[in-house]
């Protein structure tokens, strides 16, 4: 009996240190009075999420303590913004946020433990209670207000399924494909989002797990419950889902959506683009195309007659002339018959002098009338040039226009005899894996109801949840800035979006610390509205600022007003 006793202890004690040894605490070092720690414990949280992520249930619990705020700050808030930077670091590290437990605590159980420290835990679900995040509360009520309609459709498990919404989401579920045993109904929930609105409605971000933008297509949310348990689709099995699209994404993957990031999903390769909503003549049909106009040009201004000078200066010019004649006559006075000069008589030298006054008075009108008329001559003519230079400007820029259009007509044709064959040969493809009889049983369907989207984006899934077609966006950031705002309220408690008013680009924030938000890469100087919501009590409160992406942070005015009023004011 004695001995089976220290088996049994030794078994026990084996086993804890064995418990011991998979959940090592670990310890990260943060700086004294600060919420900062340095690449190597980055690089060491990085490797604690990897370790989690690769067990099938790995979780992480993190405590956070701090016994050192310098003054003017508490202790309590340097562990809430310590706890804070650990999450941030796990999350980007791909660690998923239900999978984390941390609590901000002053002085750790033990008394000789590390007071400036996070003590980091890699556990497994069995003995893992995670945390309620309080941003849930916030993202439900979005999705609430959102007016995203969810359709429900009561399916056999047994069958084969094929179903369409009423936005033309097509849904295709072979026989066997769903992990259950039981022929109970099964009831599937679709729900299919269009635009960035829903997408922020439902806290789901533009941002990859890698921390890039993604230009997203559409994103739809599929659900599979029996007895009002989730199920899920049989290992190696796959689901058909068609997404309507009119807009054609180049080098588009499927991207699982998960918390609020989105993961490119194994699958990808599975990705068709088609026209299986429109038929051949959308992209297809050389007499589609429309002809190209050619430029209508304004007439060049008139070119003014410029005024003669002779038509002013008739009467003055004729003057001249006879004044000149009688002064030729009297100059001539002035030798006698044998040449000689001879002095003429009192009465000719005046009637000299008055001839020669008139004579220059006459030049110096002439010379007056000419110089104005050289005037306004030069004002017309410069009238003409700044007209003519004005039409040739417009002319040129018209005409630079139409070359372009035709340059991107040709580059368009280019395209989209690419395009046509890259889909024709996606429609050949998707006809031989599916055969022919089942695919024309779905693109009938397709072809059959009121959308009628340019394109649909075909994909092979195991996944259920959020989906959604994109790719990773190629966009300039090199004036791109973080822009941070102020709140009152603990900014833990806040979820804020800025939304932008020329490219309607959504950026979500992250919480900095208890009274600051920060949203990282955003276009410097531009437009914005800012969009929070927080909750008090049993409401929720919202903050709605117009604001340019420059100059010093604004603080969060919250008013209990209806979402909806404010959606109205943002569409």
Known sequence: MRLI???????????????????????????????????IQVDSIKALAEAAIAKSNGRIVVHTYANDALEGDANASLSGRRAY???????????????LQIKNKVYPMNQDACTACAEITVTTDSNFLSRNVYQDYVADFLREESGVLTQTFWIEPFKNVLVTTKDGVLIQIPAGTLATQDSGMVQLEVRFLKNSWE????????????????DLNKAVHLQ?????????????????????????TEEAQLYAGKAQSWTAHQQSEQLKVGRFYVGAEAWCNPSNQKALALPNFELPPVKPKMISYDSLTKWQQKDLKDLQIRLDYLEGQKRDEKGKIKALSSGQKRNELTLKNKKNRLLIAVEKIKIETCAKNEAVEAAYYKAMAGYNKTRNKVQQAYLKDLEKAGDEALINESRCVELQANEEQLKEGYGQAL?????????????????GYWLQTNQLGWMSVGKVAKRALTDAVPYRVRTATSAYKVTAFLIFDET?????????????IIFWEVPNGKAAKLLAITQEGDHFLIALHDLTTSGDPIELNFKNVRLSEVLGVLK
């Open 199 to 214: 997408l922020l409605l439902h806290s789901l971000t533009s941002r990859s797990a890698q921390q890039e933008f993604l």
């Open 85 to 99: 930077l650990v999450q941030q670091c796990l999350e980007r590290a791909g660690m998923p946020l239900e999978h």
């Open 5 to 39: 006793f220290i088996i049994i202890i030794s078994i026990t004690s084996f086993s804890v240190e064995l418990c011991a040894q998979l959940e090592q605490k670990h310890w990260v070092h943060f700086e004294s009075g600060k919420a900062s720690i340095s690449l």
């Open 224 to 248: 599979l419950a029996q007895y009002g348990k989730p199920l899920k689709v049989q290992a190696g099995k796959n689901i058909t889902v068609v997404i309507p699209s009119d807009v054609y």
């Open 504 to 516: 309607q680009d959504v950026v979500v924030g992250e919480t900095l610390d208890a009274t600051d």
């Open 439 to 455: 695919y024309e049983q779905i693109v009938a369907q397709l072809r059959n109801q009121p959308t009628k989207a340019k394109l």
